[in-house]
């Protein structure tokens, strides 16, 4: 019952705190604007996998969770392939499909399924088909933990709640698995890397970028500018006001040219 903003105000007097860095993604940003907006001295670093904050190219963690999950998919071609088999590897992305997307991508999945497009099992199971009939005897789907069919797209947010709460399936891969097992004929086998995204080693990547970010929020803190997020965009730090960041989502465009690129080559998104 506590009034956690007054709590993090009094403890940043009784500390003489001269400002607050913080890093997280999207909840962070919108406790760190009330803290701001309170009169706190406060500086934000963009940091989640899920690369879903606004204001910035790119978060530090995405890339890494970028390489594990990939890694992932590396690692089930080999049994996929050797055993004739559909296999979906789950991957993190409750709201946003940026991760699903680039590991989907890197590790040369078949399928891709992302919150953003919801997908028709029909058309999961036609681009499975096309494999077999092209004599490719195995197919790999990334599917985002957030991925909804057409037909659920269409309910109210509470009659979905409800729906997945009554869900007899761990998650959705399991509920597609099911599916595909029945119109197809085939074996399909779920494998969920979980928090191994979130953990682990940093890339190099995201090493050289957290670095510069750091260095950026010092010196962001040494000109006296506070109440902004330190972003990377065009390759260049920038001071991004907390407003245009705290309660905002970036989503994957469906018609971006990522996703056009990806199915020009033959990926499908169950569209």
């Known amino acids: 019952g506590k009034d956690k903003v007054e709590a993090m105000k009094h403890t940043y007097k009784e500390l003489g705190l001269d400002c607050l860095v913080i890093l997280g993604g999207n909840g962070t940003h919108k406790t760190a604007n009330l803290l701001y907006k309170e009169g706190l001295n406060v500086v934000t670093l963009p940091k989640t996998i899920d690369n879903d904050l606004v204001g910035t190219d790119v978060s530090f963690g995405f890339q890494s969770a970028v390489d594990i999950a990939t890694n992932t998919i590396d690692c089930i071609h080999t049994t996929a392939a050797s055993h004739s088999r559909v296999f979906i590897v789950e991957l993190m992305g409750h709201k946003t499909g940026w991760l699903t997307l680039h590991a989907g991508i890197a590790g040369g999945s078949d399928v891709i399924l992302i919150p953003e497009i919801p997908y028709d099992l029909d058309k999961v199971v036609e681009a499975i088909n096309k494999r077999i009939n092209d004599k490719k005897h195995f197919t790999i789907l990334a599917v985002a933990e957030g991925a909804i ?6 309910l109210t947010k509470k009659q979905y709640k409800a729906k997945v709460a009554s869900r007899r399936y761990p998650s959705v891969s399991y509920e597609i698995a099911d599916q595909i097992q029945e ?21 190099p990547y995201d090493r050289v970028l957290c670095t510069r970010l750091g260095s950026a929020a010092a010196k962001a803190i040494m000109d006296g500018k506070f109440g902004c997020m ?6 260049k730090t920038k001071c991004v006001p907390l407003g245009e960041v705290a309660g905002k989502l970036k989503t994957v465009d469906p018609d971006s040219q990522m996703i056009q690129e990806a199915k020009r080559i033959g990926i499908s998104f169950g569209d």
């Open 183 to 203: 119109k197809c004929g085939v074996e399909v086998r779920v494998a969920v890397p979980g928090h191994t995204q979130r953990g682990g080693s940093p890339c």
């Open 230 to 235: 330190i972003a990377m965009i065009n390759n």
């Open 149 to 154: 069919s057409k037909d659920d797209a269409q």
